[in-house]
C-alpha cells in the first residue's frame, strides 16, 4: 500500500489559511494592528531568508502556555466554516479520488495545527493527520510545548519518514502534492512529487528535475482573497521583540520588555 501526501495552503485549498487567520483576528479585535503588522514582517523576513522558521514555531509555541485550548478550536471551527472550507480547488477532489481508488492512504501533511487540520480531514476523508500540535494539560490548558515533531520544512520529511516506517512502505512508493519550495526535503526523497500552483522557486527546481506541475484551478466564483504570504500556523512574533543581526544566520529577534500572546491556527 502507498501513500499519497498533500500539502494544504495553496495546495488543496487555494489561499493561506494563516493570513486569513491573522485577518480575521485583526477584524474581530482578538489582536491589534500592531501585533498585525508584526507578523507580517515576521512573514516578509522569512520568506527573504532572514529567518529560522523552525525557531520561530518555537518560540510561538511557547507563548500559549497558561491559554485555554477550548476558545481557539471554538474559534478555529468557525473559522473553517465560513473562510477555510469554501477555497478547496476543484481539482483536488478528482486527485484525492483517483488515490483511493487506487487503495492507497491519503495524508494530509500540513505545517497548520491539529485544529485546523482535524476539520479538513475530516471534510475530505482522509486517513491520517501530519501536523503541529500542541500540548494541553489535565486543566485544558496550553503547555507551551508542541507534541512531536515541528511539521515544517525539514521537520515534514521527519514526519513523513515516521509515517510510512510504522506502515511499513517505502517513501520511493509515495506522492506528495505542494505548492512550496520549503517542502523540498519531503519531495526529494518521495518517488512521486508533484507542484501544485507552485512558487517560482518550486517551479523551476521542478522543471529542472523533471517533475509535473499541475493546475488544481480555483474555488468556483474563482474569488481568492488577496492576502500576504502566510506565516506557517504559529502565533505572530512576540510584538515586544526587536530585530537584531546575528553573524550569517541573519536577523533574529531579541525580547524585550513583556510578552503579549496571539493565537493563530
Known amino acids: 500500500m502507498a501513500v499519497a501526501f498533500f500539502d494544504l495552503d495553496k495546495t488543496l485549498i487555494a489561499a493561506n489559511s494563516g493570513s486569513l487567520w491573522i485577518r480575521r483576528e ?23 531568508g532572514f529567518v529560522s522558521m523552525q525557531d520561530a ?108 516506517r510504522e506502515a511499513g512502505v517505502a517513501l520511493s512508493a509515495c506522492a506528495f502534492y505542494t505548492d512550496s519550495y520549503s517542502d523540498l526535503s519531503v519531495m526529494e526523497v518521495v518517488g512521486r512529487p508533484v507542484a501544485v500552483h507552485p512558487d517560482h522557486r518550486l517551479r523551476r527546481h521542478a522543471r529542472k528535475r523533471g517533475w509535473p506541475v499541475v493546475d488544481w484551478g480555483v474555488p468556483p466564483g474563482g474569488d481568492v482573497p488577496a492576502v500576504p504570504p502566510r506565516l506557517p500556523w504559529c502565533p505572530p512574533p512576540d510584538p515586544d521583540a526587536r530585530w537584531v543581526q546575528r553573524g550569517r544566520s541573519g536577523m533574529q529577534p531579541q525580547r524585550r520588555g513583556a510578552t503579549r500572546r496571539m493565537l493563530k491556527v
Open 57 to 164: 514555531v518555537a518560540r510561538a509555541i511557547a507563548q500559549l502556555a497558561g491559554t485555554p485550548a477550548k476558545p481557539l478550536q471554538e474559534r478555529t471551527a468557525v473559522f473553517y466554516a465560513e473562510q477555510v472550507r469554501p477555497l478547496y480547488r476543484p481539482g483536488a477532489w478528482a486527485v484525492l479520488d483517483a488515490h483511493r481508488r487506487a487503495g492507497e492512504r491519503l495524508v494530509l501533511l500540513t505545517s497548520s495545527t491539529g485544529y485546523l487540520s482535524e476539520l479538513v480531514a475530516r471534510e475530505l476523508g482522509l486517513d491520517a493527520v501530519l501536523c503541529n500540535r500542541f500540548e494541553v494539560d489535565g486543566a485544558g490548558l496550553h503547555t507551551g510545548r508542541a507534541l512531536g515533531t515541528i511539521c515544517f520544512g525539514e521537520g515534514k520529511r521527519v514526519c513523513a519518514e515516521a509515517y510510512v
Open 26 to 48: 485583526l477584524e474581530l479585535g482578538h489582536i491589534s494592528r500592531f501585533q498585525a503588522l508584526r507578523a507580517s514582517l515576521w512573514i516578509a523576513r522569512y520568506h527573504l
